[in-house]
């Protein structure tokens, strides 16, 4: 089967959601220009990331120089765009990859499909590899072989709006333990911190 690469050089919308009850959401990132959309779904964690890195980008490009509105800056607060229904997922995404076009003056993200090597990776990830920072990655030409890829181009202060919607969307969860920073459950939770151990 061919590799399918969908494009979105603006996209009408980019957005992160989640499906489900907390603790037991599933996250997506779905993009959509005109009637196409795109949802691929994601890891709460990737959600996070993703978020940190394109803050830390957007803040970069501003002691660079870069004139991004104010109002995405400042704004008054994260707006949670809702994921358009019914939300398919076209992959699950391995690899997230962020870079700056400095051209365009635009954020570029791609999200690739998981692959058997990022399956691999994950059962070595005790194995800390240094990263490179981020908006410093160099996007590779488009080929015919591999992983199905979503990549959505956008103007600094649309990327600011994603990265409070992401933001707002991972806080949504399940609240944490005031004490230990685990998880709270409805049905109960088992604090190390009061109980003295964990075993």
Same mark, same amino acid.
């Given at each position: ?5 969908? =494009? ?9 959601? /989640? ?19 795109? =949802? ?6 990737? #959600? /996070? ?37 019914? #939300? ?10 962020? /870079? ?16 058997? /090597? ?44 994603? #990265? =409070?919607?992401?933001?707002?969307? #991972? ?29």
């Amino acid at each position: 089967m061919p590799r399918r690469i969908f =494009s979105f050089d603006p996209p009408d919308r980019f957005v992160c959601g /989640a499906v489900g009850q907390p603790g037991q959401r599933t996250f997506f990132l779905q993009a959509s220009k005109g009637r196409q959309i795109v =949802s691929v779904a994601l890891e709460k964690a990737q #959600v /996070a990331v993703l978020a940190e890195r394109l803050a830390t980008l957007l803040l970069a490009l501003r002691e660079r120089g870069v004139e991004l509105a104010d109002e995405a800056l400042l704004g008054e607060g994260p707006q949670v765009d809702p994921l358009q229904e019914p #939300v398919i997922e076209e992959f699950r995404v391995g690899t997230l990859t962020l /870079a700056w076009d400095s051209e365009r003056e635009q954020v570029v993200i791609e999200a690739r499909e998981i692959t058997a /090597a990022d399956l691999e990776d994950e059962e070595a990830e005790d194995e800390e590899e240094e990263e490179p920072p981020a908006g410093l990655t160099v996007l590779q030409p488009d080929t015919t072989d591999g992983p199905d890829m979503v990549r959505v181009h956008l103007p600094p202060a649309d990327a600011h709006a994603f #990265v =409070s919607g992401a933001v707002a969307v #991972v806080q949504a969860g399940r609240p944490p333990c005031p004490m230990c920073g685990e998880p709270l459950e409805p049905t109960g939770h088992f604090c190390a911190r009061r109980n003295g151990y964990t075993h």
